[in-house]
């Protein structure tokens, strides 16, 4: 209880030497307010940079991956591209032996005349798909039907359109059964799927005018035309199970010795969000370090004042002393008024950051948008500026702490 009432009468005299002195107590805090304001300020920003970065990722899909062959370095002028090509056969070994890959299409994209009418859009893209890539896509069909497996076995010349090639080829309203002209191939519109709008990290914008047609189909019109495989995983927690699980695959349907490098490439998307966190992360730390050291310039600055502190009050340590003070009242006293002078100029850089915060958060088109000032940002900057008056206040204390009540008493 006595301690209690100690630091509380410690803490108000704290508060009246502050109040007594606005102007230098103002002055001495600069530095921990702009090292708190900035801490919170550059947390946020980033903080807000990835919210913003895996927002645009969640819209492309995190659990997709892609395959596709390649020549290898060592082997470029040994071996063909032509010969590294997938093919259907290593699709179906890849859904027969792949547990971890919930769903897999192949994928051929050819540019092709579309004729509606008397009207002609060229080189639209149009692609080749199994059913299946409805369900790695996410994208559903909002009139018709989708794509199934009967199409893509007969080789049917059926398609699906977006919204944004019913306006440029001029289609009816609704136009599924309605027909159009595929580089002179009549096809039936038997769905339209909903348009994707991808973030500009993806190359977003403007959406474009597609058109999907079963992949037998497409590959009948092209069948030399490269091929990728797009796949998901049944969780994002098994990216490494996947690609082990491919290789293995596609290495023995292409008979490659232990020797032998790969012939063929992979990418999963929630490989780089990992790798995206762990950057983030050293970024966040390394530029909170930095920042942090306008909180050291600043702890300097409150030893400094607190040492001019002891030096005018010396008779006053001395008259205290004289009448029983203990040096460990003294040097609590002169600790919790560095404390108490930190956390004033923590309390003021916090304001600040977050007003910096909300400037960020108003900028039209900002990638900031989502930037918000995260509890323990909050947290880590008291406590750091809290730490900053122990640390440099001790001294100080200290030696108030040790003052001769004799010479403290004759100081003038």
């Keep these: 209880m006595f301690l209690i009432r100690l630091i509380f009468q410690t803490v108000f005299l704290a508060l009246g030497q502050i109040w007594a002195n606005k102007g230098r107590a103002v002055l001495t805090s600069l530095g921990i307010i702009i090292g708190v304001a900035s801490v919170i300020a550059v947390v946020a920003a980033l903080d807000g940079m990835r919210n913003y970065v895996l927002k645009e990722v969640a819209t492309f899909g995190a659990q997709k ?13 040994t071996i063909s591209w032509d010969s590294v090509r997938l093919n259907l056969n290593e699709a179906r070994r890849i859904q027969e032996n792949c547990p971890s890959i919930s769903a897999l299409t192949p994928i051929t994209d050819g540019r092709w005349d579309v004729t509606n009418g ?22 559903t069909v909002i009139r018709g039907r989708p794509f199934f497996r009967i199409d893509e076995d007969e080789r049917r010349q059926v398609c699906l359109i977006n919204e944004k090639a019913i306006d440029e080829l001029e289609l009816d309203v609704d136009p599924v059964l309605d027909f159009i002209l595929i580089d002179g191939r009549r096809f039936l519109i ?16 403007e959406s474009q005018s597609e058109i999907f047609i079963p992949f037998s189909t497409a590959y009948t019109m092209n ?106 009242v003294i040097l609590l006293q002169f600790l919790v008024e560095a404390v108490v002078l930190c956390s004033f100029g923590g309390a003021i850089g916090v304001s600040i950051g977050q007003a910096m915060v909300l400037a960020l958060t108003l900028i039209p088109d900002s990638p900031m948008g989502d930037a918000q000032v995260p509890p323990e940002a909050i947290i ?31 100081h003038e």
């Design 118 to 139: 008397r009207i002609t859009q060229q080189a639209v893209r149009v692609t080749g798909i199994w059913p299946e890539w409805h369900d790695i896509e996410d994208r």
């Design 65 to 77: 991956m892609w395959v596709w062959g390649n020549v290898p370095r060592e082997l470029r002028t």
């Design 380 to 410: 880590l900057a008291f406590g750091f500026s809290a730490g900053v008056g122990i640390v440099f206040g001790m001294f100080p204390a200290i030696k108030a702490a040790r003052l001769d009540p004799i010479v403290a008493l004759r």
């Design 223 to 328: 069948p030399y035309d490269w091929l990728v495989f797009m796949a998901k995983l049944r969780t994002p927690d098994v990216a490494e199970e996947a690609r082990e699980e491919i290789r293995f695959a596609l290495r023995k349907a292409r008979n490659l010795g232990p020797e032998d490098p790969d012939t063929f490439e992979m990418e999963i998307l929630q490989n780089l969000i990992d790798q995206f966190n762990d950057i983030a992360s050293v970024i966040t730390l390394i530029a909170g370090g930095v920042v942090s050291i306008s909180l050291l310039v600043g702890g300097i600055g409150i030893m400094n004042i607190m040492l001019v502190s002891v030096s005018e009050r010396t008779r006053e340590i001395g008259l205290r002393k004289a009448v029983g003070a203990k040096p460990s």
């Design 190 to 205: 038997v769905g339209i799927v909903e348009t994707k709008e991808l973030g500009p990290m993806f190359g977003g914008g």
